[in-house]
């Protein structure tokens, strides 16, 4: 199997179409509401939440044509029906997630943590998502408390490289030499210590 390629996607004001209307489709609706997609949801029953969520619902079964337009698909459906849809999305050369349906998807979600505008995702190849979460969770419990200070820190150091035009390579080390500034003498190890891994 290659190596899928990472990436975040920017949905604001862009068409998503959700097929499904459970829980888990619900859960999903809520991540894309605060993505500011424009939402379509394409399912027979939906939850009270999707129902009063104001997203464009059609209680219906699926329809080729309902992928359409849509910038991504999100597919929370029976395995026939995620199917049916990475069908024709393949066909239409849109991406689908095809949620806990690795055959069905070419495109995975993986566990997310965002805090101080920094925002970290797993992924297990669509086959462990459980794993996912634990790392996620795990990587959320060594993140710094004054992550927003080195996110701060980082921002002014980007305007001040583009002003300077410090090539990409020098960049690393001097924002590593701004965060251990951060600290006092007393604590500047430990800071030292987090940044390099340790």
Sequence with gaps: MTDLFPVFLKLAGRSVLLVGGGTVATAKLAALQKAGARITVVAPRVTEEIAASGARVHRRRFRAADLDGPWLIISAATPAVNRQVARAAERRRVFVNAVDDPSNASAYLGGVLRRAGV????????????????????LEAVLPDDLNRWMATARRARRGWKTRRVPMPSRRPELLE????????????????????R
């Design 119 to 138: 925002t970290l995702a797993v992924s297990t190849d669509g086959h462990a998502p459980a794993l996912a979460g634990l790392l996620r969770e795990g």
């Design 178 to 197: 701004a965060l251990n500034r951060l600290y006092g003498a007393a604590d500047r190890a430990q800071g030292a210590g987090r940044l390099n891994g």
